[in-house]
């Protein structure tokens, strides 16, 4: 869809939301920048109170002393990290540290850490004194590439998933790509999908480029990280400046998501999102064939990258098709209760009916794909 090759020596992209130079942000790829960051960021937004909203998973990786350099910063270590302390009750007690720091409008919040302490930072500054400024810092495969930019954040009830959310674009982003070292081999190989997944909407040289460098990428080989991560956020930054409210175009970033989300219902959350969402570009790419936008072949290719990722290409053994229609018929973007599924014709293109990204699917051929996808 779009001619991406980001020239590898630039290191900044700015996403410009609303569109525009006075609106825009800037978000800086690099390798072992961490520790120039705090400069960085007291250069820009010198007139703010910084707050630091982080996990105890990079304190004891040392990614926040690095950053701080024994500057003494007011921060709010979410504890347990992940995403049971994806709460409103953590949103809460980061607030009321604001307070108690005496901080006001004045304030920025500077997140750093995976896709759950974004979430959380983005949404507590969203809501602070009716809304301060957020910087992100993603240190986990899936928020550099997807989750820090584009300005989505999001807590649960203790009904529901994202119960509390708001679009709060961020100040400025800064990816680090050497802060993956550290990142658990599960999480590192599940926050990848999202990265196999721009490629397949938005740019096959880049699927070409994941293709021939799994090794690289399995081996966490620093320079292959930031090509990835700049073409993440050229290709995001394409969508979200386009669509930002997720009107039409940003759908496209659902790719493999709406199977996805109801796997990762069903299983009670015990598959972690980008393998969950593995399973749902697979059930994506059966509906293709089923409806004559593919060959097996691309199929093969597809499944081939994300089993050599190690990540699942089949349902696990205890999820139903009743449940996951179910869950299905839930989804929040559906229609008269069935959701749109986005489609590719070929990789590095989706496919639009009507002038809409997302489309309506068959009943019977999402059966028919969920019980392919339990063999
Ligand atoms: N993660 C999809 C989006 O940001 O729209």
């Given amino acids: 869809m779009f001619a991406i090759w980001p020239d590898i020596r630039m290191s900044e992209h700015k996403?410009?939301?609303?569109?525009?130079?006075?609106?825009?942000?800037?978000?800086?790829?690099?390798?072992?920048?961490?520790?120039?960051?705090?400069?960085?960021?007291?250069?820009?937004?010198?007139?703010?109170?910084?707050?630091?909203?982080?996990?105890?998973?990079?304190?004891?990786?040392?990614?926040?002393?690095?950053?701080?350099?024994?500057?003494?910063?007011?921060?709010?270590?979410?504890?347990?990290?992940g995403e049971t302390s994806k709460h409103i009750n953590t949103v809460i007690?980061?607030?009321?540290?604001?307070?108690?720091?005496?901080?006001?409008?004045?304030?920025?919040?500077?997140g750093i850490g995976g896709g759950t302490v974004g979430d959380i930072a983005g949404f507590a500054a969203s809501v602070f004194k009716r809304g301060v400024p957020v910087v992100h810092i993603p240190t986990t495969t899936v928020a550099q590439a997807d989750s820090a930019i584009g300005g989505k954040t999001g807590v649960d009830s203790s009904m529901s998933k994202n119960a509390f959310g708001a679009f709060r674009h961020p100040a400025a982003v800064y990816i680090d790509v050497a802060t993956l070292a550290t990142l658990d081999e599960r999480q590192y190989r599940a926050g990848l999908v999202e990265s196999v997944k721009h490629a397949l909407i938005a740019d096959s040289d880049y699927f070409d480029f994941i293709e021939n460098n799994l090794d690289g990428i399995l081996e966490r080989k620093t320079e292959v990280l930031e090509r990835i991560a700049h073409l993440n956020c050229k290709i995001k930054g394409v969508v979200v400046e386009t669509d930002p409210g997720e009107r039409n175009l940003r759908r496209i970033l659902n790719y493999g998501h709406t199977v996805g989300h109801a796997v990762e219902?069903?299983?009670k959350y015990e598959l972690l999102h980008g393998e969950a969402v593995a399973i749902g570009i697979i059930a994506a790419g059966l509906i293709e064939i089923e409806m004559k936008l593919a060959e097996h072949a691309r199929l093969d290719r597809i499944r081939t990258i994300l089993e050599k990722l190690g990540l699942p290409v089949k349902l696990p053994k205890?999820?139903?098709?009743?449940?996951?229609?179910?869950?299905?018929?839930?989804?929040?973007?559906?229609?008269?209760k069935w959701p749109r599924f986005v489609l590719l014709t070929r990789i590095g293109?989706?496919?639009?009916?009507?002038?809409?990204?997302?489309?309506e699917v068959e009943r019977l051929i999402v059966e028919k794909v969920l019980r392919n996808l339990q063999e």
Avoid: C
């Fill in 15 to 81: 996403i410009k939301i609303p569109a525009g130079e006075a609106g825009a942000y800037k978000i800086t790829v690099g390798t072992e920048i961490l520790g120039s960051v705090w400069p960085q960021i007291e250069t820009d937004f010198g007139r703010y109170n910084k707050f630091v909203v982080t996990d105890e998973n990079l304190v004891s990786a040392g990614h926040l002393e690095k950053l701080l350099d024994s500057r003494e910063v007011p921060a709010f270590v979410i504890s347990p990290p």
């Fill in 318 to 336: 205890d999820l139903t098709e009743n449940s996951l229609i179910d869950i299905i018929k839930h989804d929040k973007k559906a229609v008269n």
């Fill in 265 to 267: 219902a069903a299983g």
């Fill in 349 to 359: 293109q989706v496919y639009s009916r009507g002038g809409q990204w997302a489309v």
């Fill in 93 to 110: 007690s980061i607030i009321e540290a604001m307070e108690k720091a005496y901080l006001g409008r004045d304030t920025l919040v500077v």
